[in-house]
């Protein structure tokens, strides 16, 4: 991993219950940002951070994580994965960056983030990122996953909405399809602490419901997914 990524020293964070009177513990949430570069994933983790944490220093080669608390206590560790989705990068190397990111967390993955943009046109690179996510993690990374489109100021709330309604490119709908319907607008540019918060409470949400269907995506089922496609 980057010399950049930091293991917190606790993966359990105690946020007080304050009606009760007791500390409840809330397992810390991993969250991993992918998709190709220029679409906006080293902004998007600054904004959920809160700070400008993710740098392009060494963000070509290596992942980063940063942990950040929401106001209500979730404490959530953010990878920033490099944009290896790219047509140029071998998959050999977003395999091993891949191994990577799971041994950074080794309670596992509860969330991916793919990174797209309102603005850039969907681009070849774009379905390549997508087909090389199911080819190396396997389709049960999709149970996982949220799509979060950046550049989000382009549209209001019910515009938005509209959008995949009317106006929505095939490509779009599959990805919308892929991730059971969840997905999220993100305004980095955005000043108003409001908006950043409930952008990034949308996310929380999302997290919260796969985190009630699914177990966190752990290196143990991507040696399982490998080791099946091995001997197919
Ligand atoms: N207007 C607007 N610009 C954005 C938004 N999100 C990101 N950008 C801009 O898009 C450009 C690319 O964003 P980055 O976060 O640097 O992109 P990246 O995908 O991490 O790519 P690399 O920096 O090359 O690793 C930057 O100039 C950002 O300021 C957004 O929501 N709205």
């Known amino acids: 991993m980057g010399s950049s990524a930091s293991k917190p020293d606790k993966n359990i964070n105690i946020a007080g219950d304050q009606n009760m009177g007791t500390s409840v513990p809330k397992p810390v949430k991993n969250i991993v940002l992918v998709g190709r570069s220029i679409n906006g994933i080293r902004t998007t983790g600054n904004t959920i951070l809160g700070q400008k944490k993710f740098t392009s220093e060494g963000a070509f080669m290596h992942s980063q994580m940063y942990s950040t608390t929401t106001p209500d206590g979730q404490m959530i560790n953010v990878i920033k994965t490099p944009g290896m989705f790219d ?3 071998s998959e050999d190397f977003i395999s091993k960056e891949i191994i990577n990111c799971l041994t950074l967390v080794e309670e596992g993955i509860d969330a991916v983030l793919f990174v797209l943009s309102i603005r850039n ?11 090389t996510l199911q080819r190396i993690f396997g389709s049960k990374i999709f149970e996982y996953m949220i799509l979060l489109l950046t550049n989000g100021e382009k549209f209001e709330a019910f515009e938005f909405e509209d959008y995949f309604r009317e106006h929505c490119p095939e490509f779009l709908m599959k990805v919308l ?3 059971n319907g969840r997905k999220v607008l993100f305004n980095n540019m955005t000043n108003d602490e409001g908006v950043k918060a409930e952008q990034v409470n949308q996310i929380m949400v999302h997290v919260a419901a796969i985190s009630k269907k699914i177990n966190p995506y752990t290196n143990d089922m991507y040696r399982h997914i490998k080791v099946r496609f091995f001997f197919l």
Do not use: G, K, P, T
Request: net charge negative; charged share 30%; aromatic share 12%.
């Open 177 to 179: 399809r892929f991730c």
């Open 87 to 89: 047509l140029s990068v």
């Open 121 to 131: 046109r969907i681009s070849q690179e774009e379905e390549y990122a997508l087909n």
